[in-house]
């Protein structure tokens, strides 16, 4: 299995700043992404992190928005640009496993946007 | 029609209770099936496969129709601690490699 860490756990960020989150896998994976989860709903593709190259966004997100990095296998960053109050949610790093094809998901960051 | 439903509950149970969860999708090309339990506040973990013979973890059950696109899970003897949303998770390989969470279902075991 995979053991994905997140941080910052938490923050509490003015509209207009970015916020960068990072994750680390402790293992080789083959895909990483990141979603959003608003309270009480599902979670929300927001891209496929490419290693070393630009990730693949989903309808409704842009790299302007959500610059994302993955410069090697265990490692990748989502930013959250010039935020507003709507972009308040937990965001989940999360990594499909190599040999088991099993996806795991770090532990999220809430991000509360004032 | 979304491409993975399921019934958002909530489902109230007393302990020791059997409960069923049932999920369907609408891509008929899908390869692969998952049960994930979320806690509050926490991350999804994943709580088992679904195979087409059926697979069993001890007190859960999971089964899968691909003849009507229809996955279920099932939990016999509930417990207080199996109180959680529980997500149907389906992954097609079609156009490219795709995860697809349902929106859960929320089960809320009672003493």
């Known amino acids: 299995s995979a053991v994905i860490s997140q941080k910052p756990s938490r923050d509490i960020c003015q509209r207009g700043t970015s916020l960068t989150i990072q994750c680390q896998v402790d293992?080789?994976?083959?895909?990483m992404f990141w979603y959003r989860q608003q309270p009480g709903q599902s979670l929300t593709l927001i891209a496929t992190?490419?290693?070393?190259?630009?990730?693949?966004?989903e309808s409704g997100f842009v790299i302007d928005k959500f610059p994302i990095s993955r410069p090697n296998l265990t490692f990748s960053t989502l930013t959250v640009s010039n935020m507003s109050p709507e972009d308040s949610s937990i965001y989940l790093c999360?990594?499909?496993?190599?040999?088991?094809?099993?996806?795991?998901f770090g532990p999220g960051t809430r991000l509360t946007v004032l | 029609r979304k491409e993975v439903e399921q019934d958002p509950g909530p489902f109230n149970v007393p302990e020791g209770a059997t409960v069923a969860f049932n999920c369907t999708y609408s891509?008929?090309?899908?390869?692969?099936f998952f049960w994930y339990r979320q806690d509050c506040r926490k991350e999804p973990k994943l709580l088992m496969s679904?195979?087409?013979s059926g697979n069993e973890d001890g007190r859960f059950t999971a089964q899968l129709n691909r003849a009507s696109q229809y996955i279920s899970l099932l939990i016999r003897d509930s417990k207080l601690s199996d109180s959680a949303t529980y997500l149907c998770v389906v992954k097609e390989t079609t156009g490219g490699f795709k995860t697809i969470f349902g929106a859960g279902t929320r089960l809320f075991v009672k003493a």
């Open positions: 679904v195979y087409s």
């Open positions: 891509n008929s090309a899908s390869q692969s």
């Open positions: 999360s990594a499909q496993d190599r040999v088991s094809d099993t996806q795991y």
């Open positions: 992190a490419n290693q070393g190259s630009e990730a693949t966004y």
């Open positions: 293992s080789q994976v083959t895909m």
